[in-house]
């Protein structure tokens, strides 16, 4: 009985009001509001490994839906690097000797996805200066003896009218042309009459005959990927060395391999480009201008994409007047170069010690140029080639590099028209001084580094200007 009366007294007490009745969490009501509380995320995070050209590599975590840009932005933040919207996630398949690279918006965890045990797939971070070079020149890109328009189309198309008619869901150009094709389970290849239209890659039967009875379909693009061949004859024993080829997604290995190769890059850059932008149409035009949206009074087609890095900073200034000027003239720009190089030279003289000797400063003179982020120190002529290939055949694409014939030249490696050129830098001796030229000494350079800022700026007898350097990169 005492216990029920002390009962009933403590239920008759005045209950204390909660001073901080936000901190009350009620199994019915709510106190807190629900843009308050954490949102509880399905999102799972995986650990990815991507790797540099110096096959350093870094693991990231990462969540599952994160997409090839997001990767790219994030390795950009964590280096310090510049975003000059030419960074690309790469997918490299090396048993198989295969490469491509990743679309902005593909999802890497599907990528990852589609990947075979049995093969060493690696992804890797490097630009790629072409990733949408064809949306800036698409002229360049699909040559009039390959592309066919519909009959109710103008023949002469504008810039902006080439690009509209790839990026319309009604119409869309035909691209024909010889593509060598190796037939199923034998190491044969076939050279055969392709044509590429909406609903699929095709090839003729007879000869370049379209009719719809000689035409046999080859291949379509949703289930698969499109590779370039990175070791050319080497592994497919393809008859030249500008092959590619469409795998399966969850394909089991080679056997279901659809390659193809064709008879030079420009052939092959045009079926590339077609068949992206047949797979992805919009959306690349969408990853394109992803970095200028935001920009008011812009049309879309009518925006000039952004310059490099490297072209935006080059210029000749001259500050010895009171107020700066651009040097607009060569040949001035040339002498005030020399001139700063000899400066720099005294300078260097003057920090020397007294152990300081002249053998010491030519010496230093001949090897600064190895600290550049564009020259690379005894690479082959193959191996030059496959860096720039990396890095996008866009005019003005370059290297510095050891001559192998030669071991006192070097040779600077430049990607112009599609094609890869190689011109060899000689070191001239002259009153007991050592230069370096292109054009049998017309134009004379101290050194590699006022060699190569001079071309960056004038063309002289180089086919374009130098734009952008291969460099390898670490993560």
């Known amino acids: 009985n005492r216990r029920k009366k002390k009962g009933d007294s403590v239920l008759e007490n005045p209950s204390i009001p909660n001073p901080f009745p936000e901190l009350c ?13 954490p949102k509880a ?30 990767v790219c932005q994030l390795l950009i933040l964590k280096n310090h690097y510049v975003d000059d919207h030419s960074w690309t996630l790469f997918e490299q398949l090396t048993h198989t000797g295969l490469g491509r690279a990743i679309e902005d918006h593909e999802l890497v965890m599907e990528v990852q996805s589609n990947w075979v045990m049995e093969e060493e797939t690696k992804l890797y971070f490097r630009k790629n200066y072409a990733k949408y070079e064809f949306f800036k020149n698409p002229l360049s890109f699909f040559p009039d003896h390959m592309i066919s328009f519909p009959s109710d189309t103008n023949a002469a198309l504008s810039h902006s009218g080439i690009l509209q008619m790839f990026l319309s869901s009604s119409t869309y150009p035909e691209i024909h042309g010889y593509l060598h094709a190796k037939e199923q389970g034998k190491k044969s290849w076939k050279k055969l009459y392709f044509l590429l239209r909406r609903s699929g890659l095709y090839f003729s039967t007879k000869g370049t005959s379209k009719e719809p009875r000689h035409l046999q379909f080859f291949c379509e693009f949703s289930n698969s990927d499109m590779y370039i061949s990175l070791t050319g004859k080497k592994i497919s024993g393809a008859p030249t060395n500008y092959g590619f080829c469409f795998k399966p997604n969850k394909s ?32 690349l035009y969408q990853n394109y201008m992803q970095p200028y949206q935001g920009r008011s009074g812009c049309s879309p087609l009518t925006i000039t994409p952004m310059r490099s890095i490297s072209e935006n900073s080059l210029v000749a200034m ?54 550049q982020s564009w020259f690379h120190h005894k690479i082959s002529r193959e191996e030059a080639q496959r860096l720039i290939l990396q890095h996008g055949l866009v005019d003005g694409v370059f290297l510095v590099r ?18 890869i050129k190689h011109f060899q830098i000689v070191p001239l001796e002259d009153d007991g001084k050592l230069f370096y030229t292109l054009d049998d000494g017309h134009t004379r350079f101290t050194d590699l580094i006022q060699l190569v800022e001079f071309y960056q700026l004038n063309k002289g007898v180089l086919p374009c200007k130098l734009k952008h350097y291969c460099a390898r990169i670490a993560l």
């Open 41 to 70: 995320t399905s999102r799972k995070k995986q650990v990815i490994k991507v790797y540099s050209e110096d096959d350093t590599s870094r693991a990231l975590e990462v969540p599952s839906d994160i997409t090839a840009r997001d």
């Open 318 to 371: 001259d500050f010895s007047g009171h107020r700066s000027r651009i040097i607009e003239n060569p040949t001035e720009a040339l002498s005030v170069a020399v001139e700063e190089g000899l400066a720099w030279r005294r300078r260097g003289c003057l920090r020397l010690n007294s152990h300081g000797s002249p053998i010491a400063m030519s010496n230093m003179g001949m090897s600064i140029h190895r600290s």
């Open 252 to 283: 089991g290995g080679t056997r279901d391999l659809k390659q193809l190769c064709a008879d030079d890059e420009q052939s092959r850059t045009c079926w590339m480009t077609a068949i992206r932008l047949l797979k992805y149409g919009m959306q």
């Open 402 to 419: 050891d001559s192998q014939s030669n071991p006192k030249t070097f040779v600077l490696s430049l990607s112009h028209g599609l094609k």
């Open 25 to 37: 969490c009620s199994p019915f009501a709510s106190v807190l509001s629900a843009n308050l509380l």
